[in-house]
């Protein structure tokens, strides 16, 4: 009797494990029928400070990495590069010119981004640099013209289940991938999967393929978190603007009553 | 080649643009041909009932490309004038003012910022500068892809609205701003921003927007005119119900900068698939790769190439040490 009852009750949890993600799924938030992505998004993960598994260093708290199999698979010149870029990470990483980040950076970078949806299409707002960037899913392919090159690419999106996979295309070579110098060339091709955990709570998966800068095809995954505190919004940052901003509307010297 | 916006590029072609303009334009016709000045007169576009498309969540749908009607940003007041003192004088119509759009100061009568004297002084040193900039603040913020801010954003390419519930989303080509519908008190006051904080409601066919916590940073044409941090603006979006044009009007209160408040209106016209995708200024679209679908466009990444250079490529500004 005992043992049945212990059987019952580990159907019981298998049940309640398995019904889960189902119960989950059905309370995520719907729009025509897919899921609705609308809201203020974050990562909490360290993926910005270096994607790969690394010690804490004096400019990044440690981490187990967000890479599939741990390490980017770089070519053996552009292994070079990398180490050359993460040596100066200092002074070269775009982010402290305040230059657009990026796909995938954009989205895995320590500061909230918004995403606006309607049926025909997705718009990304970063508060960095307030730069935005729509994902198409109106059945649009990519540009027939083949020498556009975009800092955040261009992006295709279309459902599979409650999955949103986006393919980009059309990049330049002005962006990295974190602050320890991990970098891609204008042939980048990022493959997105985004889907809900929860109503809170998305799974975002990128897979990158360069055949100039890595040997195969690799993928990174990272958490994002709704943000759900009263009124929060975003605050543009035009970082950019700080080094002349102080020359504006007037200098000091016109000020009224000097 | 890059999609990007380069501001330099753009800038050498509204000149071109507007010197063909006045060269070919005989007094008393339309201010027709040229690619940026498509209209000399501001349409009367009455508050109102919006009868026309709703969006599903009851907002008046105003979605898509809208560009200003009369010119871009070389002169505040006089709008098809050039920017004054424009070492190359073609760039400078010898038609009587009266023939051309009016100012965009449409309150007080004489189409001027009602500037405090001080104020005025520095308008004045900054265009008298504008040409030849010796000085880090003679620079337009707008050549460094600086945000065009409010109101120049309206006078500055065409851009985009897009509408959400609770939202209002307008794509400039150098910046973006988010108004916010949902009726939340503003930031706080001492966060200030190039495009401002936006708080808007409907009334009827007029997007009405309070606009403050604005950095006062981005002038409103070459020709220097400016305000404060200190500065409130109400802007009040006048759709026709036609769908095809509207009415910028706002109203600008800043006793640190002017005697009084004052008022600025800026007519806009829609742009569609019924124009050509791109006429190189207003709308700036790409046919979309859609195979089998009906003609379709869609605007590229909007990305200053950031600090590329003071305009017109002239200004010597001290290294930065």
């Known amino acids: 009797m005992k043992l049945l009852n212990k059987t019952f009750l580990v159907a019981g949890v298998l049940i309640a494990t398995i019904g889960a993600p189902t119960q989950a799924a059905e309370k995520i938030p719907r729009l025509n029928g897919k899921p609705d992505f609308s809201g203020i998004w974050q990562t909490t993960s360290a993926a910005d400070y270096d994607l790969e598994p690394h010690s804490g260093r004096k400019d990044a708290p440690p981490s187990a990495g967000v890479v599939e199999g741990n390490v980017i698979p770089y070519l053996p010149e552009a292994l070079e590069q990398k180490q050359k870029n993460f040596a100066a990470r200092e002074t070269d990483d775009p982010r402290l010119k305040c230059w657009t980040l990026g796909t995938p950076r954009g989205i895995y970078y320590p500061e909230p981004f918004q995403i606006f949806q309607r049926p025909r299409d997705i718009t990304v707002v970063f508060e960095f640099g307030h730069s935005v960037r729509t994902i198409h899913t109106n059945g649009t392919e990519h540009p027939l013209v083949k020498d556009n090159e975009f800092f955040l690419g261009d992006s295709r999106g279309h459902w599979e289940g409650d999955t949103l996979v986006v393919d980009v295309t059309d990049f330049n070579e002005e962006t990295w991938l974190d602050r320890a110098g991990n970098y891609h060339s204008g042939q980048l091709h990022v493959v997105e999967r985004w889907k809900y955990l929860d109503a809170n709570t998305i799974e975002y998966q990128a897979t990158l393929e360069d055949p100039t800068v890595f040997s195969r095809p690799w993928t990174l995954t990272v958490p994002l978190y709704r943000h759900r505190e009263k009124n929060f919004q975003l605050i543009e940052n035009y970082c950019f603007t700080l080094d002349y901003d102080q020359y504006y509307p007037y200098p000091e010297r016109i000020k009224p009553g000097k | ?321």
């Open chain 2, 1 to 321: 080649m890059t999609r990007s916006i380069y501001l330099n590029v753009a800038i050498v072609i509204a000149s071109v643009t507007l010197s063909s303009v006045h060269a070919q334009t005989a007094p008393g016709q339309p201010v027709g041909g040229g690619r940026i000045q498509l209209e000399k007169t501001v349409p009367v576009i009455a508050e109102g009932k919006w009868t026309g498309k709703r969006l599903s969540d009851g907002q008046p749908d105003v979605e898509g490309h809208w560009s200003n009607t009369i010119a871009n940003h070389n002169n505040w007041t006089d709008p098809q004038g050039g920017v004054p003192g424009d070492p190359d004088p073609r760039t400078i119509p010898k038609t009587p003012r009266e023939t051309r759009a009016p100012s965009r100061v449409s309150d007080p009568a004489d189409g001027q910022v009602p500037f405090q004297p001080w104020a005025r002084a520095w308008q004045q040193e900054f265009l008298a500068n504008f040409h030849n900039p010796t000085r880090p603040e003679y620079v337009e913020p707008l050549a460094r892809c600086a945000p065009a801010g409010v109101p120049k954003s309206f006078i500055w390419h065409g851009y985009e609205i897009r509408q959400y519930p609770n939202y209002v989303l307008f794509l400039f080509g150098s910046g973006t701003r988010i108004i916010h519908l949902d009726g939340k008190l503003h930031l706080p006051a001492n966060i200030k921003l190039w495009n401002a904080d936006s708080r808007g409601h409907w009334e009827g066919n007029t997007l009405v927007v309070d606009v403050t916590n604005n950095n006062g940073k981005a002038l409103f044409g070459r020709t220097g005119e400016f305000a404060s941090e200190n500065v409130h603006i109400t802007e009040r979006f006048i759709f026709d119900n036609n769908g095809e044009r509207y009415n910028y009007v706002a109203k600008f209160d800043d006793p640190t900068v002017y005697t009084r408040t004052w008022t600025a209106t800026i007519p806009a016209k829609r742009w569609s698939e019924k124009n050509p995708p791109d006429n190189g200024w207003h709308y700036e679209a790409a046919v979309a790769n859609a195979p089998g679908q009906p003609l379709l466009h869609e605007h590229y990444e909007r990305i200053c190439v950031e600090n590329n250079g003071p305009f017109g490529q002239t200004a010597v500004t001290p290294a930065k040490k």
